[in-house]
């Protein structure tokens, strides 16, 4: 069933309602029941926009990983935990890699 088809149907039923009195509410457990449909129908197609955004968040995943997994042996070498690093002082590093 398209989605103009059921408006169609829609708009059908509501003119041929009778008016509603001023002082009338929702039957109870309505607002419930209309709740569970409109999480109940899934669109059949899905969005695309949706489908590709996870798939570039995966690929992007995946090229951060290789860039980790290339560049391990530098990562490891800028925290390890030697006694000589310990000692030295920054300032002086900071003022080496200015010159």
């Known amino acids: 069933m398209s989605a ?3 408006w169609q149907k829609l708009a059908a039923a509501a003119r041929r309602a009778p008016a509603a009195k001023a002082d009338e509410s929702a039957p109870y457990g309505f607002s419930t ?4 449909l409109a999480f109940q129908q899934q669109p059949s197609g899905g969005n695309a926009f949706a489908r590709y955004s996870v798939r570039a968040a995966a690929f992007a995943c995946a090229l951060a990983l290789g860039a980790v997994a290339i560049n391990y042996t530098a990562i490891k070498g800028a925290f390890s935990d030697d006694a000589s690093s310990a000692t030295d002082d920054p300032i002086s590093e900071v003022v080496d890699l200015g010159s």
């Open 4 to 6: 103009d088809n059921s």
């Open 33 to 36: 029941r209309v709740a569970a």
